[in-house]
T-cell receptor
Framework: DTGVSQNPRHKITKRGQNVTFRCDPI?????LYWYRQTLGQGPEFLTYFQNEAQLEKSRLLSDRFSAERPKGSFSTLEIQRTEQGDSAMYLC??????????FGSGTRLTVV | QKEVEQDPGPLSVPEGAIVSLNCTYS??????FMWYRQYSRKGPELLMY????GNKEDGRFTAQVDKSSKYISLFIRDSQPSDSATYLC???????????????FGTGTLLAVQP
């Protein structure tokens, strides 16, 4: 197992376009988390899944954002109608039920 | 007021110096305290964690928690150029059953250790 994998590593998109990111967690981890990190700030919680159930969503996750984790394996985060303010690093992490997070290297989104 | 405040830095120290990184928090329900290290263009990696007030040591790193003052610190002894990174404090409420959920992070302190 090579850890948490995120793709793509970098995405440049035009304002108004839709983008989708993928996260492959550590296989035995049943919890999966999405965070957003802007320059000079710490990561901010967006949402988390326990298996396939989305258990909590932040107010940061506007109606343009949607996350899924079908079958409790990989997860996708989609942003519709991107805005320049969406430019950030999107981090995925996974953990066992009782244990620590392992973060991926993130997807850096640039909206031009 | 943010739930977690972190000294922003940046910090620049000579190799071999002792480094002190600090965070304060306002939510007395936080019971689980962590320090993460983040290299440029990478995700955060867990350095140390603790649940109780007092000191916890791991090699050159010491994590200190003072719940009465709502203050946590990370000390790095004999700092090395390879320690140059952003250091993030993080906290969470410890749920029933011991499962962690969301972490609240500080803004991070950028540390540069000069050879």
């Amino acid at each position: 197992d090579t850890g948490v994998s995120q793709n793509p590593r970098h995405k440049i998109t035009k304002r108004g376009q839709n983008v989708t990111f993928r996260c492959d967690p550590i296989s035995e981890h049943n919890r999966l988390y999405w965070y957003r990190q802007t320059l000079g700030q710490g990561p901010e919680f967006l949402t988390y899944f326990q298996n396939e159930a989305q258990l909590e969503k932040s107010r940061l996750l506007s109606d343009r954002f949607s996350a899924e984790r079908p079958k409790g394996s990989f997860s996708t985060l989609e942003i519709q109608r991107t805005e320049q303010g969406d430019s950030a690093m999107y981090l995925c992490a996974s953990s066992p039920m009782t244990g620590h997070y392992t973060f991926g290297s993130g997807t850096r989104l640039t909206v031009v | 007021q943010k739930e977690v405040e972190q000294d922003p830095g940046p910090l620049s120290v000579p190799e071999g110096a002792i480094v002190s990184l600090n965070c304060t928090y306002s939510n007395s329900a936080f019971q689980y305290f962590m320090w993460y290290r983040q290299y440029s263009r990478k995700g955060p990696e867990l350095l140390m964690y603790t649940y109780s007030s007092g000191n916890k040591e791991d090699g050159r790193f010491t994590a200190q928690v003072d719940k009465s003052s709502k203050y946590i610190s990370l000390f790095i002894r004999d700092s090395q150029p390879s320690d140059s990174a952003t250091y993030l404090c993080a906290m969470s409420v410890w749920n029933y059953g011991g499962a962690t959920n969301k972490l609240i992070f500080g803004t991070g302190t950028l540390l540069a250790v000069q050879p």
